[in-house]
């Protein structure tokens, strides 16, 4: 029998809360997006002013983040024509985001989910993304 470590209800609100924290910080509104880490959503917050489009492209970083246990930017540099990644973007039907502000959940040594954020640049999406994990391990 397997016994599975995987993030609450509760956890996932204490990242969102984290990351909101932080894009609020900056100006901007997100879209953020808390996965099991088997890729199923347990939680989804849209700032107000989140745009349309990130929506759907927290949920896929925060997918692609919690199924692979690895950040979305490490595949960005992989995904590009010419190198042996590329095309893993068109798993999962597509669904694979190897755009920047997907982070796994790691809690005591294990990957217990992902979370994704959209709204502003890759590289503030990271930044929220990663704000959203400090606030989850120093509660």
């Not at 100006?27 to 996965?35: K, N, P, S």
């Not at 700032?47 to 489009?53: F, T, V």
């Not at 992989?78 to 190198?83: H, L, N, R, S």
Request: net charge negative.
């Amino acid at each position: 029998m397997l016994s599975i470590e995987r993030l609450s209800l509760e956890d996932a609100n204490v990242l969102i809360e984290g990351a909101t924290e932080q894009a609020t910080a900056i100006g901007v509104a997100m879209c953020i997006a808390v996965m099991d880490e088997s890729g199923h959503l347990i939680a989804f917050h849209r700032m107000d002013g989140g745009k349309i489009l990130s929506v759907q492209l927290a949920q896929d970083k925060s997918f692609a983040a919690a199924i692979s246990k690895r950040p979305t930017a490490f595949y960005s540099e992989y995904a590009v024509p010419g190198t042996l990644g590329h095309g893993i973007q068109t798993t999962w039907g597509g669904r694979f985001s190897t755009v920047g502000g997907g982070v796994p959940v790691e809690a005591d040594g294990v990957i217990v989910g992902g979370i994704g954020l959209s709204g502003g640049t890759p590289e503030q999406d990271i930044e929220c993304a990663e704000a959203a994990i400090d606030y989850f391990n120093e509660g």
